[in-house]
């Protein structure tokens, strides 16, 4: 069988699972001769359905961000050197194309794989098993993609696997919110932690309060030149209340069965639709060839990159409540198991910033 060019053989027989009952996310198993098979073809079209690319893909993308994030907190991962205060780490050790990221990748792969379900909708405690030194490592045997088993990349093996389990062990650390009925937490899935990472800030990958601290302080420097009249804004600029129109409240947004869905989708889906209305504004406004560009355009390009910055999260738990078999009974606490802490804070952020922006507008209105 060859699906989407990730396989080039059928399931192997180690993915079969006897009894299993079909995804709630995927639909994606069968029975074959009393025993269930992974239809593959299914599990990887449900995969590029929701995120435009393969189950391998989306693993490498996900543990790709996943070690990215560890590395970053704990510099000294991977060196060779001793950890005592002062000492020289040397030089950092290098992840082999497949030891680190995509031995990760291929954990995350082979877990929802064999569970029948979406890369992202793997629990962390899933993954961490097949790190168990008794285990055999997934190089061994089992199904694999194509890329892992035939691109020569060395991913799978003892030694890499052994490598992976303390970056597997940093993200299972942090503790989810408990949901209202009976206090339990949710599972920690691989797609909720890699939002909480992305939305976590002094990291590469989870920068957001600079992009905001920088639209501030365009408009703070838009203030003092305009006060001091060397920058006079035109007719075009003051308009520009009347036409964005950042005030507006959050539509609500409606679910596949007509049901509203949380409440946190609706802020960040306006607060991304701002980002296209605010880029449009800029492309609109007069053009200044060379230089630097005028406060009130730097103020509009860095609030519309702090809206856009939710983008992909956004899209993201969208998918997630429309791939509901039933409209769960309570949203909210459904928001919880999905949207990370750390993401709201950057969502209630960003639109502080927008209602800042929309005050200053207003104000060159009145000018």
Known sequence: MNVSGAYTSPPLPDARRAGAAPSRRTGTVRRVDGDVELDADGWESRHRAVYGCGAWERACRQGGLMTAWHQEQDPLFGASASRRHGADPGARVKWPWGSGPHTLGLLLWRTAYDAGILVDEVPLADVLRHCDPAAPPPAAGGPMPAAARDGGIGAGGVEAVARVRPVL???????????????????????????????????????????IALARQAMRRADVLREQGTWRPGARERSL?????????PAAVTGAR????PGWLARATHLVGLADVLTGAVEALPRDDGGTPEPLVQALQATARACAGLRTSSEEVRQLWAAEPQEPRDAADWELSHVPETLRVQTEETRELVRTLSAFLWTLACA
């Open 241 to 249: 209340y009347g036409r964005v129109s950042l005030d507006r409240e």
């Open 258 to 261: 007509g049901g509203r869905a």
């Open 169 to 211: 062990l940093a993200h299972l650390t942090p503790e989810l919110p408990r949901t209202a009925r009976a206090g339990a937490r949710p599972a920690a899935t691989v797609g909720y932690r890699v939002r909480e990472i992305l939305a976590t800030p002094d990291w590469d990958h989870g920068d957001w309060p600079a992009v």
